[in-house]
C-alpha cells in the first residue's frame, strides 16, 4: 500500500473519531456538565480565536506547502522555512500591540449582560497564536509527507482534552476560571508538540535572509490571508455577531443547532481530497470535456449524499433534542437553513477546485471580501429582529449570493454548469422524503427512534435514488455492493 492511500486512510479514521467525540462533547458533555452561560463563554472564546488567527499566520501555512518544493538547496529552504517562521511573529506582535493599546475599548463592545466575557478576552489572542502556528507547523510536516500525526493532534487531541476538562470541571475539580486556562493550556501543549514533531521530521538553521523568490512568497501569502480569513469570517461570524446582540447563553444555543446541520459537510471533505488534485490536472492539460464531467458528476454525487444526511438530520433532530437538556431548545430553523447552505456548498461539487486552480482566484477573494461585508451587515440587521434564529438567516443569504457568484463565474470563464435535470430529481426526491417523514415518529426511546427511523430512510432513499437513476456512479456503487454482499 502507498504512503497517501495509507495515510488517506488513517487520516479517515481520525477525522470520524474526532468528529464522534466533537459531537458528544457538543451535544452532551457540554449541555449536561455546564451551565449554558459558561457554555456560551466557551464556545465565543473559541470562535473568535478562530476569526482572528488567519490573520496572525499571514496565509504561511498555505504557502509553505506550495513553495517549499520549489527551493532545491537546504540553504534556501532554511531561508524559507525561516521566513515561515518569523513573519507571523511579526504579524502578532503588531496585532498584539493594537490589541493591548485599545484593550480598554474592547472591553466596552461587550454588553453589561455579557460582563462574563471580559475577564477572558485576552486568552483569545493567545489561542489565536497557537492556531496559527499549530497550522504552520502541520503544513510543515505535509511537505516530509507525514500528516498522521499533525491530523491527530487537530481532530482528536484538543476533543479530548475538552472532554477530560468537562468531566473535572463536573466532579468541581476546577472553577470555570480554571476551566478556560486550562484549555488554554492544552493549545499550548498542542502546538508544542506539533512543533517538536515538526522540527524533528526536518530540522533547521535559522537564516535571517529572505529567500528567492520571496516577492512571489508574500503576494501569494496575501492572497490566502484574504482567502483564509474570508472562508473562516463566513463560518463563524455568526456565533460572534450572536454574543454582540444577545446574552451569551444563546451562542451555546445557535452552536448546537449549527453542529448538527454542519455534518453534511463530511461528503465534500472526503470528494474534495480526490477532486482537487485531478482538477488542477485537467486544467493544466487544458481537457475541457473532461473536466465538465468531472464538474457534474461531483455535483450530482455530493448533493445525492448530502442529501441524505441532510433528510436524516432534519427528520431525527426532535428526537435528538428530547436527549439533550431542556434549556437548549430547538431552533429548527438553524438546523434548515445552515443546512441547506451546507447542501448549496456540496451542489456545486469542484467548483472551488476549478476557481483556485485557475487565474480567476482573485476575482473570487475579492468577491469573497464583498461577501464578509454583506454578511457583517446582515447579521447586524437579523440578529436583532429575530435573535439566533437571524443569523442563521444572515449566514443562509451571504453563502447563498457567495456561491452564485461562485458560479457565474466559472459559467462565464470557462462554459461549465455543473446542474441538469438529474439535479433537478434529486432535489425534488429529498424535499419530497423530508416533508414526508418529518412528522413520522415511533413511541419507542429516542436512540431507538433515531436508529430505527434513520434504518428506514436510508433503505428506502438508496431505492428511491437507485429507480431514479440519477447518477450512473452512485448505481454502480449500489451494484457492486449487493454483488459483494
Not at 486512510?9 to 449554558?36: H, R
Not at 518544493?69 to 511579526?90: A, C, G, H, I
Not at 490536472?281 to 444526511?309: D, H, R
Request: charged residues 10%.
Amino acid at each position: 500500500m502507498g504512503i497517501v492511500v495509507n495515510q488517506t486512510i488513517k487520516n479517515i479514521i481520525i477525522t470520524c473519531l474526532g468528529f464522534g467525540i466533537g459531537a458528544m462533547n457538543t451535544l452532551f458533555l457540554f449541555t449536561n456538565f455546564m451551565d449554558k452561560e459558561y457554555y456560551g463563554l466557551i464556545t465565543y472564546l473559541m470562535t473568535a480565536s478562530n476569526l482572528v488567527w488567519p490573520l496572525m499566520a499571514f496565509g504561511m501555512h498555505n504557502t509553505l506547502v506550495k513553495f517549499f518544493s520549489s527551493y532545491k538547496s537546504r540553504e534556501q529552504q532554511e531561508r524559507f522555512l525561516t521566513m515561515m517562521l518569523v513573519l507571523p511573529v511579526v504579524v502578532s506582535l503588531v496585532l498584539g500591540g493594537v490589541g493591548v493599546a485599545l484593550y480598554n475599548l474592547i472591553l466596552e463592545m461587550f454588553s453589561v449582560r455579557n460582563t462574563i466575557v471580559k475577564p477572558y478576552i485576552w486568552t483569545i489572542f493567545i489561542i489565536a497564536y497557537t492556531l496559527s502556528y499549530f497550522e504552520i507547523f502541520f503544513a510543515w510536516s505535509k511537505v516530509k509527507l507525514k500528516s498522521v500525526f499533525g491530523n491527530l493532534m487537530k481532530e482528536l487531541f484538543l476533543r479530548i482534552c475538552i472532554s477530560v476538562l468537562l468531566l473535572l470541571f463536573y466532579f468541581s475539580l476546577l472553577t470555570i476560571r480554571q476551566f478556560v486556562f486550562s484549555l488554554v493550556g492544552a493549545y499550548v501543549i498542542r502546538v508544542l508538540l506539533i512543533g517538536i514533531y515538526a522540527l524533528k521530521l526536518h530540522p533547521i538553521k535559522l537564516r535571517f535572509s529572505l529567500p528567492d523568490n520571496y516577492i512571489n512568497v508574500l503576494k501569494y501569502s496575501v492572497l490566502i490571508l484574504i482567502a483564509g480569513s474570508v472562508a473562516t469570517i463566513l463560518i463563524d461570524l455568526d456565533k460572534a455577531m450572536i454574543e454582540r446582540y444577545l446574552p451569551i447563553e444563546n451562542v451555546a444555543k445557535y452552536s448546537i443547532c449549527a453542529y448538527i446541520a454542519s455534518v453534511i459537510i463530511i461528503p465534500s471533505r472526503a470528494m474534495h481530497q480526490i477532486t482537487y488534485p485531478l482538477t488542477a490536472k485537467l486544467l493544466n492539460e487544458g481537457a475541457k470535456e473532461q473536466l465538465k464531467e468531472l464538474y457534474k458528476k461531483s455535483s450530482i454525487n455530493l448533493l445525492i449524499i448530502s442529501g441524505l444526511l441532510m433528510v436524516l438530520i432534519v427528520c431525527n433532530v426532535h428526537q435528538l433534542f428530547t436527549i439533550i437538556p431542556d434549556e437548549y431548545e430547538l431552533y429548527i430553523w438553524v438546523v434548515v437553513l445552515i443546512g441547506t447552505a451546507k447542501l448549496f456548498d456540496n451542489m456545486l461539487g469542484n467548483n472551488n477546485s476549478i476557481l483556485y486552480n485557475s487565474n480567476h482566484y482573485r476575482v473570487v477573494l475579492y468577491v469573497g471580501l464583498i461577501m464578509v461585508i454583506l454578511s457583517i451587515l446582515f447579521n447586524m440587521i437579523c440578529i436583532p429582529i429575530y435573535g439566533i434564529t437571524g443569523a442563521a438567516i444572515a449566514t443562509g443569504i451571504a453563502v447563498f449570493c457567495y456561491n452564485c457568484i461562485k458560479l457565474w463565474i466559472v459559467y462565464s470563464k470557462f462554459g461549465l454548469f455543473p446542474f441538469s435535470h438529474q439535479t433537478i430529481v434529486t432535489l425534488l426526491i429529498i424535499i419530497g422524503f423530508v416533508f414526508g417523514c418529518y412528522f413520522w415518529e415511533f413511541s419507542f426511546h429516542p436512540f431507538v427512534n433515531i436508529a430505527l427511523k434513520s434504518i428506514l430512510i436510508g433503505f428506502l432513499y438508496i431505492v428511491v435514488i437507485y429507480m431514479s437513476s440519477v447518477s450512473n456512479d452512485i448505481n454502480a456503487l449500489i451494484k457492486k455492493t449487493l454483488k459483494g454482499a
